[in-house]
Every structure is written in structure tokens, then in C-alpha cells.
């Protein structure tokens, strides 16, 4: 039997290496550290926004769960998970403390699957409306603060933590799309599966656990979501730079 208690911890401890030898190189390298810390505010953003707006839809579904857990709330503590934060930090991609829901209380308009997978992609889609609103205040101060403010220090500091901010909510949204337990594309994609694929998938949902572990460990994740990443990170860039004719 699989014992997800275990392999969760199992997972969160070599997470944690992982992120001890990133942040050990980083404190190496003064510039590295210094572009690391400019990230601090897209983690901040980009996680409190993703459990929020998975809170909201449920909430907007008629389970109340989330709202009362304190989880309805866009205060930054309600919604951190440690490792994911710093996973989120270092990696680009990560995740937060998991929003509680009860689908046997969502409206009766729409069965518990659909409700499931509404709820789930809610985060990855708020994180991708943070990416193109922070493109558009990115491109809106190329456009318009002028080359005296982008090359001064504070015009370097605002415009990187902008950009990182970007790269976080993109990395974060296109992550947690992955169809995996326990990420939110393993409920996205549930209701469009057949009959007999939806109950394998269930089934043997340890198996993806596993699946899950590895591909993280051996870097794969990264050769997964590195190429998606780009494209959608393109699009709106070339979203912004058209709007602002850049």
C-alpha cells in the first residue's frame, strides 16, 4: 500500500538538499544572491495569488472550506509552504500550502469532477493574468519612464523584481499544469479522460506519485516545462510588446 505520508516526507527532504546546495552556491556569488533576493516579491505574489484564487472558485462553487480555514485571504502566510517557496526561489517553479476543499458542496450545476477541475486550474490561470498584467506594467515603463529611469539603480531594481516576477507566476502556472498528483493538471485533465483511462488513473494514482519524485529528482520536470515555459513567456512578451508598440 502507498504510503503518501512517507513518500511526502521522503519528497521534502530531498527537496531539501537540493535547495541547501542552490542556496550555497548562491551566497558564492554576490550578484547571483542579490538577483535572488530582487525574486522574493514574485514568490510572494505569485503563490499567495495561486492558493487564493483556487480558495475563490471554490468558494464562488459553494464549498466554504477554504473560507473557513482563513484560506480565503491574500495574505501571504495563510498560503506558504516552506519548501515549495523556496523550491519557487531557486527552481522557478514550485508550490504552495494545499487550499482544503470539500467538492460534495459545490453548486449541483456542473458534477464534483468539473467542479475539481474548475477549481484547479484557477491557480495556473491567475498566475498567467499576474504574468501579462506585470508584462504590461514592464513594457509600460520601457514605453514610457524614459532611458534616464531604466538605467538608474532604482529603474534596474524595479525593472528586475518586475521581471522576475514574470518568470515566477509563469514557471509557477505552467508547473503545477503538469498531470500529476499531487498537481493541479491531475484534476484539469480528469474530466476529459474515458471511463476506463479516469478509473486506471485513479487506481494507481502512487504510481504517478512516483512518476512524480522521479522526474523531479532527475531533472526531467525541467526538460518537460523549460521549452512550455518559453513559448507561453514569448507569447506574452509579444503580447505586451504589441500592445505598447515596442
Known sequence: MFNFSFDKRMIYIIIAVLVLGALARYIANPDLLFALL??????????????????????????????????????????LDPIGSLMLLFAGFGWGKPVHVNPTKYTRKMSMEKGEAIVSIAGPLMNFLLAIIFTLIYCAIFKFAGANFILSTEGDIITRIIGAAISINIGLGVFNLIPLPPLDGSKVIMPFLPYKAKNWFINNESLFYIIF???????????????????????ILSLGTAIFNL
Open 38 to 79: 530582487l525574486s522574493v516579491p514574485g514568490v510572494l505574489i505569485a503563490i499567495t495569488f495561486h492558493e487564493f484564487a483556487h480558495a475563490f472558485a471554490a468558494d464562488k462553487l459553494g464549498d466554504d472550506t477554504a473560507r473557513r480555514e482563513g484560506r480565503l485571504s491574500l495574505n501571504p502566510f495563510d498560503h
Open 213 to 235: 519524485v522521479v522526474i523531479w529528482i532527475t531533472g526531467i520536470a525541467g526538460y518537460i516545462i523549460t521549452p512550455v515555459i518559453d513559448i507561453v513567456s514569448n507569447g
